[in-house]
């Protein structure tokens, strides 16, 4: 290529004592020597060379459930995506264990008579999470059910939390994700992912579930999440968009920032989360980063809705093609630091992995 000329001689670096195998260091003309693209010449190069891998045990996939029997409904703003009633959705599992998927996070569809205020079909042991879950369990299959710890699909008002006046009520909140935990926690879930951002609510959750026995029951808690437009299809596909009033800017991150991030994450693990998760995904790499750098522990990022749809309809325009796109997208999860991803491709693109 005719931009890879020889450069001018310069001179010899100062010697240092970091370590002869920083390649930042490398500011001489060392081409020819050095030519990066040997080690690309072929896939079987690439292939062995390459920094990260992703595997379909790195992808948990988010499945919508609603009721009836036999039934599975399109999501009009997320093409590809379907709501499923809980035979289907065990079928998902079944589905998900043949491809090496290690968990799925259910999300309900909830009829909108059950919407109220108080959003107490949260805690109704019968609600459409909890039976799918058990239904799931059930089959023995090795796979983690996650479940999302939050009221929005459950209240009249759309928000994630107890509206009390104008305000969303954090103490009051609380107790009722805190019921809510122990009504999941009984139904069989694996994981309980508080996506709320209540202050103050992984200790409660943490505590409630150890003193009634659920030493077992893993938080992955939603810690740095922001209050997003991404998240427009989902609301559309467990049906809250039409409820929702306002926006969740009091409790969910300003975009702005990433300090506060970091706040965000380690009260989170102090409050007793064994997972926590950065969201949205793409948008927020450099967050995804920062959190896996900084605490070192196991550190998901969730490719939302939006993203999601950005991509499929990019492709159906044209644009690019979807599988390459999407590979793409997962592997700078990997890239940045990502122990996994909650994304709605996890059964496309495990089918195309284990292909390979
Ligand atoms: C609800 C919740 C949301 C998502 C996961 N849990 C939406 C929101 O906070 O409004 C978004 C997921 C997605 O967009 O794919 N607490």
Same mark, same amino acid.
């Given at each position: 290529?005719?931009?890879?000329?020889?450069?001018?001689?310069?001179?010899?670096?100062?010697?240092?004592?970091?370590?002869?195998?920083?390649?930042?260091?490398?500011?001489?003309?060392?081409?020819?020597?050095?030519?990066?693209?040997?080690?690309?010449?072929?896939?079987?190069?690439?292939?062995?060379?390459?920094?990260?891998?992703?595997?379909?045990?790195?992808?948990?996939?988010?499945?919508?459930?609603?009721?009836?029997? !036999?039934?599975?409904?399109?999501?009009?703003? /997320?093409?590809?995506?379907?709501?499923?009633? +809980?035979?289907? @959705?065990? %079928? $998902? =599992?079944?589905?998900?264990?043949?491809?090496?998927?290690?968990?799925?996070?259910?999300?309900?569809?909830?009829?909108?008579?059950?919407?109220?205020?108080?959003?107490?079909?949260?805690?109704?042991?019968?609600?459409?999470?909890?039976?799918?879950?058990?239904?799931?369990?059930?089959?023995?299959?090795?796979?983690?059910?996650?479940?999302?710890?939050?009221?929005?699909?459950?209240?009249?008002?759309?928000?994630?939390?107890?509206?009390?006046?104008?305000?969303?009520?954090?103490?009051?909140?609380?107790?009722?994700?805190?019921?809510?935990?122990?009504?999941?926690?009984?139904?069989? !879930?694996?994981?309980?992912?508080?996506?709320? /951002?209540?202050?103050?609510?992984?200790?409660? +959750?943490?505590? @409630?579930? %150890? $003193? =009634?026995?659920?030493?077992?029951?893993?938080?992955?808690?939603?810690?740095?999440?922001?209050?997003?437009?991404?998240?427009?299809?989902?609301?559309?596909?467990?049906?809250?968009?039409?409820?929702?009033?306002?926006?969740?800017?009091?409790?969910?991150?300003?975009?702005?920032?990433?300090?506060?991030?970091?706040?965000?994450?380690?009260?989170?693990?102090?409050?007793?989360?064994?997972?926590?998760?950065?969201?949205?995904?793409?948008?927020?790499?450099?967050?995804?980063?920062?959190?896996?750098?900084?605490?070192?522990?196991?550190?998901?990022?969730?490719?939302?809705?939006?993203?999601?749809?950005?991509?499929?309809?990019?492709?159906?325009?044209?644009?690019?093609?979807?599988?390459?796109?999407?590979?793409?997208?997962?592997?700078?999860?990997?890239?940045?630091?990502?122990?996994?991803?909650?994304?709605?491709?996890?059964?496309?693109?495990?089918?195309?992995?284990?292909?390979?």
């Amino acid at each position: 290529m005719s931009d890879r000329k020889p450069r001018a001689p310069k001179p010899a670096p100062p010697v240092s004592s970091t370590s002869s195998r920083d390649s930042s260091r490398l500011t001489r003309g060392d081409y020819p020597a050095i030519r990066p693209r040997r080690n690309r010449k072929a896939n079987w190069a690439r292939r062995m060379v390459a920094e990260n891998v992703i595997t379909p045990a790195d992808l948990i996939w988010p499945i919508f459930v609603l009721e009836g029997v !036999a039934k599975r409904e399109p999501v009009a703003s /997320m093409p590809g995506v379907e709501r499923l009633s +809980i035979d289907q @959705a065990v %079928e $998902s =599992a079944r589905e998900a264990a043949q491809l090496g998927i290690p968990a799925l996070a259910l999300f309900p569809y909830t009829d909108p008579e059950l919407r109220t205020d108080d959003g107490r079909e949260a805690f109704n042991p019968e609600n459409l999470v909890c039976r799918a879950t058990r239904a799931i369990k059930q089959t023995g299959l090795d796979i983690g059910v996650v479940l999302d710890v939050a009221l929005d699909p459950y209240t009249s008002h759309g928000h994630d939390g107890l509206l009390i006046g104008d305000e969303i009520a954090n103490d009051e909140t609380i107790a009722a994700l805190v019921r809510q935990s122990l009504v999941q926690a009984e139904a069989g !879930a694996d994981v309980l992912a508080p996506s709320d /951002m209540m202050d103050g609510r992984i200790g409660a +959750i943490r505590t @409630a579930l %150890e $003193s =009634a026995g659920y030493h077992n029951t893993q938080i992955m808690s939603y810690a740095a999440k922001y209050a997003s437009a991404f998240y427009g299809p989902f609301r559309d596909a467990v049906g809250s968009s039409g409820f929702l009033k306002g926006d969740k800017r009091t409790y969910q991150m300003d975009p702005a920032n990433t300090d506060e991030a970091i706040r965000e994450v380690a009260l989170d693990i102090a409050e007793g989360a064994d997972m926590v998760m950065v969201k949205p995904g793409m948008p927020y790499l450099d967050i995804v980063r920062r959190v896996s750098e900084t605490f070192k522990v196991p550190t998901f990022a969730y490719q939302v809705s939006g993203e999601y749809a950005m991509i499929v309809r990019a492709a159906q325009a044209g644009c690019f093609d979807c599988d390459k796109a999407m590979m793409e997208a997962l592997m700078a999860f990997k890239r940045a630091g990502a122990s996994g991803i909650l994304t709605y491709f996890a059964p496309r693109a495990a089918r195309l992995l284990n292909q390979d």
